[in-house]
T-cell receptor, first 111, second 113 residues
Framework: GQQVMQIPQYQHVQEGEDFTTYCNSS?????IQWYKQRPGGHPVFLIQ?????EVKKQKRLTFQFGEAKKNSSLHITATQTTDVGTYFC???????????FGTGTRLQVTL | NAGVMQNPRHLVRRRGQEARLRCSPM?????VYWYRQLPEEGLKFMVY????????ESGMPKERFSAEFPKEGPSILRIQQVVRGDSAAYFC???????????FGAGTRLSVL
């Protein structure tokens, strides 16, 4: 079945450093959503990307959707300890359909 | 405007017992999804329901697992004769509209002894 891979699996940064996680698929993605899950918490929706080459920003977070719609990235500028958690991409194949989650990237930020 | 409500938050069962997990979707949402998350892993889709209908159960194990979303009341995920491998966090999400943005509940952490 469809597999969405994320790299890296884990990243440990010092506060203030940048962080990027990449989401890759072997097939064309309909659209991509990003979620954040804090340790012991539940996934929280961050953003949805639909168009080829789309770039969206939320404060220190920048989301990109590849031109071929086979990959996506999330970049965090100047990480803070509040950024700690696991970031998942998820393919949303359309209206009222299941999400296929990526493998996730766990981010640890230390002072 | 209450979010997605799941209960119980934690559930402990012995092998062979039944587990019932409840989910009340966000107000106005008619689409309910159940996902399972094993420790240190991603979320895996189990089942998608609308009121009184199972729309997609492609992620549900063939045996012991069932789900419903009755006309009145919460959606229920039922696991019969639980085994240790069923220990996981079970998340419910609800959505409404074409964008399919899913809002997750806090989850039920099931531990099977």
């Amino acid at each position: 079945g469809q597999q969405v891979m994320q790299i890296p699996q884990y990243q440990h940064v010092q506060e203030g450093e940048d962080f990027t996680t990449y989401c890759n698929s072997s097939t064309t993605l309909s659209n991509i959503q990003w979620y954040k899950q804090r340790p012991g918490g539940h996934p929280v929706f961050l953003i949805q990307l639909v168009k080829s080459g789309e770039v969206k920003k939320q404060k220190r977070l920048t989301f990109q959707f590849g031109e071929a719609k086979k990959n996506s990235s999330l970049h965090i500028t100047a990480t803070q300890t509040t950024d700690v958690g696991t970031y998942f991409c998820a393919e949303n194949t359309g209206t009222a359909s299941k999400l296929t989650f990526g493998t996730g990237t766990r981010l640890q930020v230390t002072l | 405007n209450a979010g997605v409500m799941q209960n119980p938050r934690h559930l402990v069962r012995r092998r062979g017992q039944e587990a019932r997990l409840r989910c009340s979707p966000m107000k106005g949402h008619s689409h309910v999804y159940w996902y399972r998350q094993l420790p240190e892993e991603g979320l895996k889709f189990m089942v998608y329901l609308q009121k009184e209908n199972i729309i997609d159960e492609s992620g549900m194990p063939k045996e012991r697992f069932s789900a419903e979303f009755p006309k009145e009341g919460p959606s229920i995920l039922r696991i019969q004769q639980v085994v240790r491998g069923d220990s996981a966090a079970y998340f419910c999400a609800s959505a409404q509209g074409a964008k399919n943005i899913q809002y997750f509940g806090a989850g039920t952490r099931l531990s099977v002894l």
